[in-house]
């Protein structure tokens, strides 16, 4: 795993100078402001649930590592809750015509969050387990780099004890690799040489399909909503954190 850990590693300091991140990381713009693009996740944390419940599992054989994807996976699945917990808290769970709502998940603007998640199923269905930790550790990697960010804006808030998803309390759920194996556990897995250049060539189609995502979420962010056609979503989410 060494190898695929160093590729991942290289692309993962990338990552972390995208847009998204900065915009997460930049005390110029009013921490609200810089929270505000949680809404426009919904496709990819519920889409993210479907991936860790049904499409990376497939524990027919019960070997070690099927049972660290499905381990993994069933914390994983459940996650979604805390994020509309968090849409509640947050006063972003206003009414909005069903209409509305399609138009919000589908629009074009959240093109590239959509075909992320679809190439996204793509590899995991194509995958065998050892690809799948692999995908899953790349993903991982990424979620550790949006969650850390996300905390910062949180606790400057002073709402990193009241958000479930966006706050502490998920940031010391999520350790960066596959949850409910031990890194060393991880860190023996051995992904023969012949694996190695397709493995490389997912992890890099993951990292660059999470940036086209995190673009639409930061583009999105920044256009302050103007999406939203209903006047009441749009006070709710003006006067949503306070
Ligand atoms: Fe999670």
Redesign the pocket.
Known sequence: MEHIKSIIHKRNEQYKKHSFIQFMQDETIPAKTRLSYIPYGVYFIMTFADLNKYLLPNNVSGSPLETIITTHGEE?SK?WAWFLKDMETLGYNADLTFNDACSFIWSKEGLRTRMFCYKLAQHALNADPLMKIVIIEAIESM?KVWLTNTVQITKELGLDDKLIYLGQY?LD??LGHAMGSEEDVIDSIIIPAEMRPHAERVILELYDGMEGYNQDLVDRALKGHKLFKTKKYERSITDGVS
């Open positions: 994983d996650h979620g998920h759920r999520e």
